[in-house]
């Protein structure tokens, strides 16, 4: 658990261009082997044993109109029971792999368009996982919980056949779970509503776009036997290499993804697959030096950091001994000034003019968008690999009993000049049993589910944060020598954390779903967790002061539950509420927990879940809409990450609607009011904090300290003040798409953003926007051509950055307007 967070570079075009060619080569590969599948199976179809004639085998369904955006479909992904979004008491939003490609979606901060309740603050530029209720949120795949995901990684949108978004918490059928919500991605499938499909079928194409933008995929799915045995198959595979709009980044990546599932009898099936994702990029902290008027206008404080003594390192960079020698350049609070732990008492006196934190040629200059603090030489590496493996047993009476064995590891190196860096070896595997029975009778219809599971996480995770120092480098310049680190994973030495560690997940869950003729309907649900934890500290790369503990074991067990109701009422009414209440380990981006933590038995973690609501269906299914108040808070205040799962409280309403007018008209809407609470800040009346320049206002000249980083204490004496920064209170979005019988369709998305501050601190505001995108298609026989307008008002428009640590000192200005173009061909 990392508590503060803090190969890039340009690439001749020789290079590129070579490395384009072997992507393009190696996908043709792909596909002319994915074209030999589907020419067999388009010959085993029309031959007289076809998998047309089984009784298994179906034509694929296309709902006309609605891109399946309408709440039709049963959806397992919430509580477990297959149920529409309209009959399940919570909170949630599916979005189809149709409004997808309409929309132009491409990354999850393009899905605040789509859901309400999914604003998402930047964790230092990389789209990892939504913030859902204004808090972290997890990711899974199939409906199981994947290793956590702040930043390590961009979650890929275009494998997906559909996303379930999920707020609040999961059932106890998913296991242990964090307070905010989450996505459940559904990879793509060779079913259709539940069997395989009647023919094969496929996908090539070609996105380029602004900032040499260029993305290809396949895809192809579809029935096939070996001997007399049906299988279905789905194949993806998606190549990028791509610019940026900042400097000194870039995006390569390759997406493979695979899915089988066969009937090995009449009652017994296997699904099995996986997804491998490796990607290639930066992290991107935005603008350092953050003033009010480098918002308002770009005006950026200039200047060059002085030396740090050189004590025989020679590397040309600033290492880890040459600045502990110094005892740092980042001191706390004003004491050396007759000062106290907060910003107020700091004051000129604290910095000597001239002294090892003062710049030297300072003064003022406009800062491009494009100059951020990703250098030249950074980078974020990250191969994840995924897999599955299911067995289901469909026996009589409506009885099924479900194996599900799931593998997801992350192998992640995370650089950047400034003074971060990362590396994380880590993997899950699970083992999942559900039970399931359902019937009906006179009364209703009831069914019920038990589920035991084990859940094995192994963490290796080293990161480097000690002297991690955002301004010393001026953007108007680069880096140089005065202001790059010597990083931990470069010598292998120094690490804020090095851990290495496990814990197993020993869990047994129930839930029963009661639908009474009469229209009421009740699902109960209950779950026990054991946790066993070991976690260690490598003395001989994490230095640590005498007498640390340097490994501990625990264990611990946690109870969650849940009770919710919904009625059918006349006029196509349903109001619900729901309760629960969910425990779960707090864990850092890499897997990892504290040895601190797991000595103090502080690794597991409780929230409470409030929910009321009203949902409704008319005209025939064609109009669906959904209003929710709620509120969710942590009940452990003293156990928290600050990357990943803090402890809040967050209160708010969400409403949307989603109306096929007709074949040709798709109508969407979304309202969120979302306000979010630290309470652990409430509890301690102060909050760790990175001093920006707007902090220190009883210092003159912020050139006295730049070339360092202040820090200290925010105050919270109230609760307005504990609001998590960068969350909007209130977002409005909306969607249209209109498609003409000729295979022409347009479609836009809206989203309004109220001003935000930056940081805990609340010193800088970042303004409101609206932005606007927009997209127009041609479809004709087997041919499809998009094009898309992001930002399409060119808005100027900020994402906070890390808020409980870093809101006040950086700040991500996001891209101007661009343009993407797709050309498909369908088989």
């Known amino acids: 658990m990392k508590n503060m967070k803090s190969v890039g570079g340009a690439m001749d075009a020789a290079r590129k261009s070579h490395q384009i060619r ?46 399946g955006a309408l709440p039709l479909k049963n959806v397992g992904s919430i509580f ?8 399940t008491p919570r909170s949630a939003s599916t979005i189809s792999q149709e409004q997808i490609e309409r929309f132009g979606v491409t990354e999850i901060y393009d899905l605040v368009a789509q859901a309400p309740g999914t604003f998402t603050n930047s964790f230092f530029g990389v789209g990892g996982a939504l913030d859902i209720r204004g808090t972290p949120g997890e990711v899974y795949f199939r409906g199981i919980r994947r290793l956590d995901n702040a930043g390590n990684y961009p979650t890929p949108i275009g494998a997906s056949d559909r996303i379930d978004i999920v707020r609040g918490p999961a059932s106890p059928i998913y296991g242990p779970s964090k307070t905010g919500g989450y996505m459940n991605f559904v990879p793509k499938s060779a079913r259709v509503n539940g069997a395989l499909m009647s023919s094969p079928a496929g996908e090539i194409s070609y996105t380029t776009g602004s900032w040499d933008k260029g ?14 045995k049906e299988f279905g198959y789905s194949l993806y595979a998606e190549v990028e290499d791509s610019g940026s709009y900042y400097r000194n980044m870039s995006t390569k990546q390759t997406i493979l993804q695979a899915s089988f599932d066969s009937n090995i009898t009449d009652n017994l099936r296997i699904e099995f697959g996986g997804m491998y994702h490796k990607y290639d990029g930066q992290q991107n902290g935005g603008w350092n030096r953050l003033t009010q008027a480098l918002v308002d206008n770009g005006t950026y404080i200039t200047g060059t950091a002085k030396a740090v003594p050189d004590i025989g390192t020679p590397d040309g960079k600033i290492s880890y001994a040459e600045l502990a020698a110094i005892g740092g350049l980042g001191p706390f609070g004003g004491f050396a000034c007759g000062g106290n732990v907060f910003a107020a008492s700091i004051t000129n006196g604290c910095f000597p003019a001239g002294g090892a934190m003062a710049l030297t040629s300072s003064g003022t200059a406009k800062l491009s968008r ?33 194996n599900q064995l799931f593998y997801d590891k992350t192998e992640n190196l995370n650089e950047n000049a400034y003074g971060f860096s990362q590396s994380v070896d880590s993997y899950v595997i699970e083992d999942k049993i559900v039970a399931s029975q359902s019937f009906t009778n006179a009364m209703g219809k009831f069914a019920y589910q038990i589920s035991p599971s084990i859940r094995y996480t192994n963490f290796h995770f080293g990161d480097d944060f000690t002297y991690e120092y955002f301004h010393r ?41 009661m639908a009474f003729d009469f229209g009421l309907d009740v699902t109960l649900g209950a779950r026990y967790d054991k946790t066993d934890v070991v976690s260690t500290i490598d003395p001989t790369r994490q230095p640590v ?14 109870w969650s539950w849940t009770a919710s109701a919904n009625y059918k009422l006349p006029f196509g009414l349903i ?17 990892e927990v504290l040895v601190a933590d797991v000595s103090g038995n502080s690794f597991i973690a409780a929230s409470n879940l409030y929910e009321g609501g009203i949902k409704g269906s008319w005209l025939d299914g064609t109009l669906y809409g959904a209003v929710s108040v709620y509120k969710q808070n942590r009940t452990d205040h003293n156990v928290q990450s600050s990357v990943t799962n803090q402890s809040v409280e967050t209160k708010g309403l969400e409403a949307e609607f989603r109306w096929s007018v007709n074949k040709h008209l798709l109508l969407t809407g979304a309202y969120t009011n979302t306000r979010v609470y630290n309470l652990s800040y409430l509890d301690a009346g102060t909050a760790f904090s990175f001093f920006g320049i707007e902090d220190l206002k009883n210092v003159t000249n912020p050139a006295l300290y730049l070339g360092g980083q202040p820090l200290g204490l925010v105050p919270v004496f109230n609760r307005e003040a504990s609001r998590r920064a960068g969350i ?22 809206a989203s309004h953003v109220e001003a935000v501050w930056s940081g805990q601190s609340q010193v800088v505001r970042l303004p409101a926007y609206t932005l606007v995108d927009l997209s127009a298609s041609y479809k004709k026989d087997r041919w499809l051509f998009r094009a898309v307008v992001k930002n399409a008002t060119d808005a100027t428009y900020f994402r906070a950055n890390f808020t409980e640590l870093f809101g006040s000192t950086i700040v991500l200005p996001e891209k101007p307007r661009s343009f993407q173009a797709t050309v498909a061909y369908s088989f």
């Open 22 to 67: 072997r992507s393009l080569m190696a996908l043709a590969a792909g596909l002319l082997a994915s074209t030999a599948i589907t020419s067999v199976a388009r010959a085993q179809a029309a031959a007289p044993a076809a998998a047309s004639e089984s009784p298994t085998a179906v034509d694929e369904v296309i709902v006309t109109g609605s891109l």
């Open 575 to 591: 109001p619900y509420v729901t309760a629960s209440k969910q425990s779960t380990m707090v864990v850092g981006e890499g897997a």
């Open 728 to 749: 909007p209170e209130n977002v409005i979005s909306g969607t249209a798409t209109y498609a003409f019988d000729n295979g022409l369709a347009f479609a836009a998305s």
């Open 215 to 228: 993305v290809l995929t396949a895809q192809v799915r579809g029935p096939a036997t070996i001997g007399e």
């Open 473 to 513: 480098v001026d953007l108007t310049e680069g880096y140089t020598p005065l202001s790059t680190r010597l990083l931990s994973t470069q010598c292998d030495c120094s690490y804020s954390d090095y851990l290495t560690g496990h814990y197993t997940d020993y869990g047994l869950a129930g839930l029963a779903d």
């Open 370 to 402: 494009k100059d951020t603090l990703t250098g030249v030489n950074d980078f974020l590496r990250n191969e994840q690999t995924t897999g599955y493996f299911d067995i289901i047993y469909a026996g009589p009476n409506d009885f099924e009993i479900k």
């Open 80 to 87: 477990g029971f297959d149920k529409t979004i309209l009959e």
């Open 545 to 558: 002061a005498a007498g640390t503990l340097l490994s501990a074991s625990n264990s611990k067990g946690a």
